[in-house]
C-alpha cells in the first residue's frame, strides 16, 4: 500500500515550523524552522506598553522557508504522496485587511504601521477596551455575549483588539475593510480566496475569542457592538456567520503555491485552529484529559461529550466552544498569560552585569566576553533550578504572584501585575526562583481548581511544550502541587503534529480525528508521580498564595 504524508505548520510566537508526517504511524520525516527576522529585531513593538506586533511578510517567508526546508532531501516519492496541509497559530492574532483580504502591512504606505500589523496573542494594549466590552454585557440589557467565554473578556481577544485599532489609528480605520486572523488567513492564501466574506473561519478561533456561537447566529449582534463604539458600526456584515472546524477542507493549493513549495496541487488544504488547540490533539487528548501546553504561557485543554455536559457553563475560563479542539467535543480553554516568560525575566534580570557591564570591559577580548555572554545565558536557568532542587520546600518563606503578564484565567484581569513577598537579606537568587516556579505551579492549580468547583472533572494530565519536555525540576513541583500524575507527551512537536493529524482528515487518509490520533500519535516519554509529603506542604503554602492574591487584587496594587 502507498504511504501517505502531509504536512503540519506550526505558527508560534517566535517562529514558525512545518513537519512532514508519515500518516500511518506519525513518524516526522521531515521538519524545518524558520525564525521571524522582523520580530527577532524588536520591530513595531513596545513591551513598555505591552504592545506586540507581528508583520506578515514574517508570516509569508516563514511559510515558504519551512515547508521547502522540511522537504529538502525527501525522495520523490514522499513528496508526490503529500495529501494534506493544516495550519495551527498563535490566538487571537487578527489584522486589518482590504476588500480583497490583504493585511494592510502589505500595502505601499503601511509598511512600518504597527496598527496595520497582525496583532500578537500577548499584546495588552486594549485593556480599556476589553474593560469597556464586559461593563456593556452586563449592562446592556440584552444577551451577554461573554457567557460562552467564561464570562470575562481579555484584551487578548478579537474585538478588544480590533477596537483599539480602529480607535488608534485613523489611517487603518479609513483603509480597513474587515479583519482576519491568522489561523485563517494562510489557509486562505494557500488556497487562493482571501475574500473576507467567503474565506473559512475557524470555529477555535471565533468561538473562543471573537463571542461567536450558534446561540447567537454568529456574531454579537450589530446593535451591541455599536453601543460599545459606533467605530464598529457596519463591521459585522464584513465578517462572517458560518465557522469551520479542523477536519474541514478549505480547499486545493493554488497552482502558484505549489510551484512555490514544490507540491502536487491536488494538495488539499484544512481550516486553520490555534496552536494549543492542536497542540493538544498531538498530545493525545481524550475527554476529561487536561492537556497543559507549557511554554512562554501556558494553555490548558479540556474536552468533554456534548451529550454529557450539556449547557454547562464554567465560569472564567476562556471559552467553551463545540468542536474548537475535536469535532463534536466540547472544548474548553484556560492558561496562564505567562509561564516560562517569567523565567526568562528572572534570568534576564540576573544577566544585566554580563550584557550591561562585562559587556563593555575592554580589557577582556570580545571573544571572551561573547563566551562569558553565551555560556552563561545558556546555563542560569538550568543552575537556578539545580541548586533551588535542593532546597525544602518550607525552606522557602519567599511566596510570589505569577501575574507579571497578567491574569488569563481563572477571571481574566491583565492589569494585575505579580509579586514576591517574604524577601530577606537571606533570599538569594536560587530561593526566589524556586518561588517564581512555586508561583507558576499555584497558578496551575487556580485553573484545575476552578474546573472542578463548576463540575467539569480531570481524571489525567498531561503536558506538552518546551518547559514540560526540558526542565524535570518544574515539572516535579507542578506535580506536587497539583498532587496528580503528570505524563509528558512524547513528541516535542505536538502543535505540528496536531496539525499533521488534521490534515490527514482532511486528506481522508484517517475518518476523524480519534482515528488519526491513534494512528499518528507518539505516548509518553515521562510520567512525574507527586511527593505526599511535599504536597501536604505546597497545599499551606498554596493558601498563603490566595491570600496574596486577594490582597494584591483587593488594594489594586
Not at 139 to 148: N, R
Not at 317 to 323: N, R, T, Y
Not at 452 to 467: H, Q, T
Not at 470 to 498: E, H, W, Y
Amino acid at each position: 500500500m502507498t504511504r501517505k504524508y502531509v504536512i503540519g505548520i506550526d505558527y508560534g510566537t517566535d517562529s514558525v515550523r512545518s513537519v512532514v508526517v508519515d500518516t500511518t504511524d506519525g513518524k516526522i520525516v521531515g521538519t524545518s524552522v524558520f525564525e521571524y527576522p522582523r520580530w527577532k529585531q524588536g520591530l513595531f513593538c513596545d513591551p513598555a506598553i505591552n504592545q506586540f506586533r507581528q508583520h506578515p511578510l514574517d508570516y509569508l517567508e516563514g511559510l515558504e522557508r519551512s515547508v521547502k526546508g522540511a522537504l529538502s532531501g525527501l525522495s520523490s516519492d514522499i513528496v508526490s504522496n503529500i495529501s494534506g496541509i493544516s495550519v495551527d497559530t498563535t490566538g487571537s492574532t487578527p489584522v486589518a485587511v482590504d476588500k480583497d483580504g490583504v493585511p494592510l502591512s502589505l500595502k505601499a504606505g503601511f509598511e512600518c504601521n504597527p496598527d496595520a500589523m497582525f496583532v500578537l496573542w500577548k499584546d495588552h494594549t486594549a485593556l480599556r477596551e476589553a474593560a469597556e466590552i464586559n461593563e456593556l454585557a452586563r449592562s446592556w440589557g440584552g444577551i451577554d455575549f461573554t457567557k460562552y467565554e467564561g464570562g470575562i473578556y481579555s484584551s487578548e481577544w478579537f474585538w478588544a483588539k480590533i477596537l483599539h485599532v480602529l480607535r488608534q489609528s485613523p489611517e487603518v480605520r479609513k483603509s480597513g475593510w474587515s479583519w482576519v486572523e491568522h489561523c485563517d488567513w494562510i489557509p486562505a492564501l494557500l488556497t487562493g480566496n482571501t475574500n473576507p466574506l467567503e474565506l473559512k473561519r475557524s470555529r477555535c478561533a471565533a468561538g473562543h475569542k471573537a463571542m461567536w456561537h450558534k446561540d447567537f447566529n454568529g456574531l454579537p449582534d450589530q446593535e451591541f457592538l455599536t453601543r460599545l463604539d459606533p467605530l464598529l458600526s457596519g463591521l459585522r456584515e464584513k465578517l462572517y456567520t458560518e465557522t469551520y472546524t479542523c477536519d474541514t477542507e478549505v480547499g486545493t493549493l493554488t497552482p502558484e503555491w505549489a510551484a512555490t513549495l514544490g507540491l502536487p496541487v491536488t494538495v488539499k488544504v484544512g481550516a486553520g485552529s490555534f496552536d494549543a488547540h492542536l497542540g493538544a490533539i498531538g498530545g493525545g487528548i481524550k475527554p476529561y484529559h487536561l492537556i497543559k501546553v507549557m511554554g512562554t504561557s501556558t494553555c490548558d485543554m479540556l474536552i468533554a461529550p456534548m451529550s454529557e455536559v450539556g449547557e454547562k457553563l464554567v465560569a472564567g475560563i476562556c471559552g467553551q466552544v463545540d468542536g474548537s479542539i475535536v469535532p463534536g467535543m466540547l472544548g474548553l480553554e484556560a492558561g496562564q498569560s505567562a509561564f516560562g516568560d517569567i523565567y526568562a525575566w528572572f534570568s534576564r534580570l540576573l544577566m544585566w552585569p554580563v550584557t550591561e557591564i562585562i559587556s563593555v570591559m575592554n580589557w577582556i577580548d570580545i571573544k571572551t566576553r561573547e563566551r562569558i555572554r553565551e555560556e552563561s545565558a545558556e546555563k542560569i536557568i538550568a543552575e537556578l533550578s539545580r541548586q533551588a532542587g535542593s532546597l525544602a520546600v518550607e525552606e522557602t518563606a519567599v511566596i510570589a504572584l505569577d501575574w507579571l503578564n497578567g491574569r488569563r484565567t481563572p477571571d481574566a484581569n491583565q492589569e494585575l501585575k505579580g509579586a514576591i513577598t517574604g524577601l530577606s537579606l537571606g533570599s538569594d537568587a536560587p530561593k526566589i526562583f524556586k518561588a517564581l516556579v512555586e508561583a507558576t505551579a499555584f497558578g496551575s492549580k487556580m485553573i484545575n481548581d476552578r474546573f472542578i468547583s463548576e463540575g467539569m472533572r480531570i481524571d489525567a494530565v498531561i503536558a506538552i511544550g518546551g518547559v514540560a519536555k526540558k526542565n524535570p525540576f518544574v515539572m516535579q513541583i507542578v506535580a506536587d502541587v497539583l498532587n496528580v500524575p503528570i505524563r509528558v507527551a512524547s513528541s516535542d512537536q505536538t502543535c505540528a503534529l496536531g496539525s499533521a493529524m488534521a490534515a490527514a482528515v482532511v486528506a481522508g487518509v484517517h475518518k476523524d480525528i480519534p482515528a488519526a490520533q491513534m494512528a499518528m500519535g507518539g505516548g509518553y516519554e515521562k510520567e512525574y508521580q507527586p511527593d505526599p509529603v511535599r504536597a501536604a506542604k505546597y497545599e499551606i503554602l498554596f493558601r498563603k498564595y490566595k491570600e496574596l492574591g486577594n490582597f494584591i487584587e483587593k488594594s489594586k496594587m
